[in-house]
């Protein structure tokens, strides 16, 4: 009888055996799809990230200003996919968290920095973008080394006031006490959301933000546009290259900005609906699936920033040439310089010259055609 009251299963000695959680268990083939997607998904965030970081690495070409923060985008979102996504794959499947309470807030802090940090990066992008485009002759003189690594550690320390900070004192939760810390039989691990915290953090890092990109990038399109009608107009008979230019400049920054809405819009949503109305009606699939279209943003993140960019575009290709015959690689050549001919054939004919326009804008600054490939650093 006494063995029997001391048995580490009894109901006695553990106040939560046979406690159930409040989420439904996964049916197993279900879980067995989700999963197969999820490792996908994580697997294409980490390889992805890892590639643009290996191509500024190994590529001097792209060490520059306009990459800084599309490094710092990848890094983000590599370490998102390192710390964050395994932990979330193995809660969606199980539906339930084993790790204890600390590791929890630690877990939820974590994603909430690095999902903040990827989005202000992109941010950041877009402004840069913005410079490059509006400023052309004085960009060198905006965007500088010391003004880059100021919105760096803007970046970081929004990053934290919005995650670590609050989680760890308490500021989200409905009372006092931090999350998790109280006695409890339950196993879910959730970012516990109150009112004044939903509305801050929303506005804060995704509804400002995303205001202000649509505005750059808008900017940016109609100065893509009034250029392509100005060297339509000088072109004459023959107005197709720079046609071409702008209908890509505006498919590329749709994609960008799209992608960008699709995937985060529908989490702050939720996010501000749970702060405002409470969890009800938001609970399981619901919040798995815009909590993953926002991680899928990471995932997105190295095809956009990158494949849309020429000079990211020859170092994959470089990469991957690498990779297939083990040799070093030979980039010594800028991306211009190769697609020039070789020897003085081309030379003494005018027609052999790449042809360059320039034009003024409304407020006089010298535009060239550079500036619809500069829309967006992606063209």
Request: contains cysteine.
């Amino acid at each position: 009888m006494r063995a029997e009251l001391l048995h580490p299963c009894s109901d006695t000695m553990d106040p939560c055996y046979n406690h159930t959680s409040s989420q439904k268990s996964m049916d197993s083939h279900l879980q067995l799809v989700v999963g197969f997607f999820l490792v996908i998904l994580i697997v294409v965030t980490l390889c992805g990230n890892i590639i643009v970081c290996l191509a500024v690495t190994l590529d001097r070409r792209l060490r520059s200003l306009t990459n800084c923060f599309i490094v710092s985008l990848a890094i983000t979102d590599l370490l998102l996919g390192l710390l964050v996504l395994p932990f979330s794959a193995y809660y969606e499947l199980a539906r339930k968290w084993p790790f204890g309470s600390i590791l929890c807030n630690v877990y939820t802090s974590l994603d909430v920095m690095l999902c903040t940090a990827s989005i202000l990066n992109l941010f950041m992008i877009s402004l840069d973008r913005y410079f490059a485009v509006t400023t052309p002759l004085r960009y060198c003189q905006v965007v500088t080394p010391s003004r880059v690594a100021v919105g760096l550690v803007v970046i970081w320390a929004v990053s934290l006031m919005v995650s670590f900070l609050p989680i760890h004192l308490g500021w989200n939760t409905n009372g006092t006490a931090v999350q998790n810390t109280e006695p409890t039989c339950s196993t879910e691990c959730t970012l516990a959301v109150n009112p004044v915290y939903g509305l801050v953090v929303a506005l804060l890092t995704f509804y400002s933000p995303l205001l202000i990109m649509c505005i750059t990038y808008y900017r940016i399109l109609k100065i893509a546009r009034e250029q392509a009608k100005r060297i339509n107009h000088t072109w004459g008979s023959s107005p197709m290259p720079p046609m071409v230019k702008e209908h890509k400049a505006t498919v590329t920054l749709a994609v960008v900005l799209g992608a960008f809405v699709v995937c985060w819009f529908p989490y702050f949503t939720v996010f501000t609906y749970r702060g405002v109305w409470g969890d009800s009606g938001v609970k399981g699939t619901l919040m798995s699936i815009v909590l993953w279209l926002g991680y899928a943003n990471s995932a997105l993140n190295p095809i956009l920033y990158g494949t849309f960019n020429r000079d990211f575009r020859l170092a994959y290709q470089h990469l991957l040439r690498c990779c297939r015959t083990g040799r070093p690689r030979n980039s010594h050549l800028p991306p211009l310089q190769k697609a020039q001919p070789r020897g003085r054939q081309g030379q003494g004919r005018q027609e052999g010259k790449p042809l360059k326009l320039e034009v003024r804008n409304e407020k006089g600054t010298l535009l060239t055609d550079g500036v619809l490939k500069s829309t967006g650093a992606f063209l």
